[in-house]
């Protein structure tokens, strides 16, 4: 991963609605903007190479597309399939409740 370019995030049409045909991915919610996901991507917990925010309880999981350009794409994803780590630090940071994660442990459609 080239560390000298901040990590830019660009957006995959499969998680906008309406879902593209033949496309399996986790439709992004409305109210989060392209700057919206940007701020995420620059507020979230590396693991790995996966990289982890949250925003309004609900969880996103980003991955890198393009290394030399530092080019990222994000979903939402259930809290279950987050690393215990990566919920524990971001619990600690005030980032998310206990709460919040029970609410989303599955169902990442609910609204916020």
């Not at 496309?23 to 693991?47: F, M, N, T, W, Y």
């Not at 790995?48 to 925003?55: L, Q």
Request: charged fraction near 30%.
């Amino acid at each position: 991963m080239n560390v000298d370019i901040k990590p830019v995030y660009e957006g995959n049409p499969k998680h906008k609605a309406p879902w593209q045909p033949d496309c399996k991915g986790s439709l992004c919610p409305q109210d989060i903007s392209l700057e919206r996901a940007q701020e995420l991507l620059h507020a979230s917990v590396v693991e790995g190479r996966r990289r982890y925010a949250v925003d309004k309880g609900r969880a996103f999981f980003a991955q890198q597309y393009n290394i030399a350009k530092n080019r990222w794409h994000g979903y939402p994803t259930s809290w279950k399939d987050v690393p215990a780590a990566v919920r524990r630090r971001l619990m600690e940071a005030g980032a998310v409740t206990s709460r919040e994660i029970k609410r989303y442990w599955e169902d990442i459609r609910k609204r916020p």
